[in-house]
């Protein structure tokens, strides 16, 4: 009996493990804040370098949409809609292969993916210059140092 009741046991643990790998579909929504000097074409170049550094192949590039797609091991394939104007961008999937979606589920490595992308669109802005209205992300006290030498006021 017990050897019969560890079968189950790890039956179940198996598909419970086998089930932990599809996730609700990330789509992403990210405002560029207000205070952030960006045009469409600098937003534009962001994403499309973060796109190149990532593997994703361009698809489409049309003013205000990117689509893309990526294939993994030549076996796990995913694309998706860029909708993006100087004040915001939004990642949305559009379809796969082999990454389990259904209901609106996906595979863990998918919603990777994505997240990654965002962090490097965001990262490209950052380095591009984007970066607000002083040119610069650093605190009051750290740009007051950089122009006068000192952190404190005289």
Known sequence: MSSLLRATLIALALLTAAGCTSKPVLNTQTDIPA???ASDEKVKQAILAALEKREWTVQ???PQLIQAEITVRNQYHAE???RYTRTSYAITYRDSRDLGYKNGKIHRNY???ISM?????LAGLRANGVTGVSGSNTSPA???FKETGTSKQN
Request: proline share 0%.
């Open 35 to 37: 205070n952030v000097q």
């Open 60 to 62: 489409r590039a049309d």
């Open 80 to 82: 998706i809609d860029i």
């Open 111 to 113: 919603n990777r993916w």
């Open 117 to 121: 992308l965002d962090r490097d669109i």
């Open 142 to 144: 750290a740009q007051l």
